[in-house]
Each structure stands twice: as structure tokens, then as C-alpha cells.
């Protein structure tokens, strides 16, 4: 009888991992088992939090450092596909300008990802609206530092 079940668990599993690396494409299922930069950060020099229209929740915090950005993190209360792009928006933030974070973009997120099925491209876009939140936070405490 635990044979059949542990059998069963291992099938389904394997289903689900098909399901999302077709999903995902490679890189974002690899992402999705292995999730990077998500966690919050202590105070980032730019901050948002959007709630897209599907009710996710996307934070992104960034720290700068010599005009670029050193550190990116993200969090989400949504669905895997908003993890991912969440990871892959504070991953293409790292290193950047102010003026090269323009070109974080929910296309560009796709773009890196390889698509996502046309019910999920959402998820990018909320990260790459939440990035440049983030951004237009720093840049706006920038301008009252003088």
C-alpha cells in the first residue's frame, strides 16, 4: 500500500515538474525550483509594492551603490509564475543604472524568460511595473537629498 502511494507521489510529481518546465521554459523552471533573491530587504534605497489585477502582490526593494544597483530582492504573495518573473526582474536589475533599469520592462522579462502562456504574461508585467515603482522611489529620494 506505500509503495502505491509513494509510486503515485513520484508520478504526480514528475507531472507537475513537466507541466511547469513547459510552461516556464527551462530557465524559469529552473527558477522556480530554485528561487533567487526573494526576501525582503532592510532599508532599500527604492521600494515598491503593486497589486496587479489578478490580486498578486509584487514588492521590489533595491540598494545602489557608485550609481548602480548592488543589491535587488523581490517578494510576492502570488502564484509561481509571479516568483519567477519577480526573480528574474530583481536578477536584470543588478548592476544597472538608473537610466538601464528603464529597459526592465515586463517585455524584457518575457524576453529573458522565453514566454510564459498568454494567461500568466500578467505576472511579468506586474514585476516590471513594480520595478520601475521601485525605481521612480529612489529617484524621487534622490531629488529631495539635493
Request: some cysteine; aromatic content about 8%; glycine content about 10%.
Amino acid at each position: 500500500m506505500a509503495n502505491d502511494l509513494d509510486d503515485f507521489v513520484c508520478e504526480l510529481q514528475e507531472q507537475i515538474y513537466e507541466e511547469t518546465r513547459k510552461a516556464y521554459g527551462e530557465d524559469g523552471f529552473e527558477r522556480w525550483l530554485n528561487m533567487r533573491y526573494m526576501g525582503r530587504m532592510p532599508n532599500p534605497d527604492g521600494y515598491a509594492r503593486l497589486t496587479g489585477n489578478c490580486g498578486d502582490t509584487m514588492e521590489i526593494f533595491l540598494k545602489f551603490e557608485d550609481g548602480r544597483v548592488k543589491e535587488a530582492s523581490f517578494l510576492t504573495d502570488g502564484c509561481g509564475s509571479s516568483a519567477v518573473c519577480g526573480s528574474f526582474a530583481a536578477e536584470m536589475a543588478l548592476e544597472k543604472t538608473p537610466d538601464e533599469l528603464l529597459d526592465v520592462t515586463g517585455e524584457a522579462i518575457l524576453e529573458r524568460l522565453g514566454g510564459l502562456p498568454k494567461e500568466e504574461e500578467h505576472c511579468a508585467y506586474l514585476a516590471g511595473e513594480t520595478l520601475q515603482e521601485a525605481l521612480n522611489d529612489y529617484m524621487t529620494k534622490q531629488v529631495k537629498k539635493g
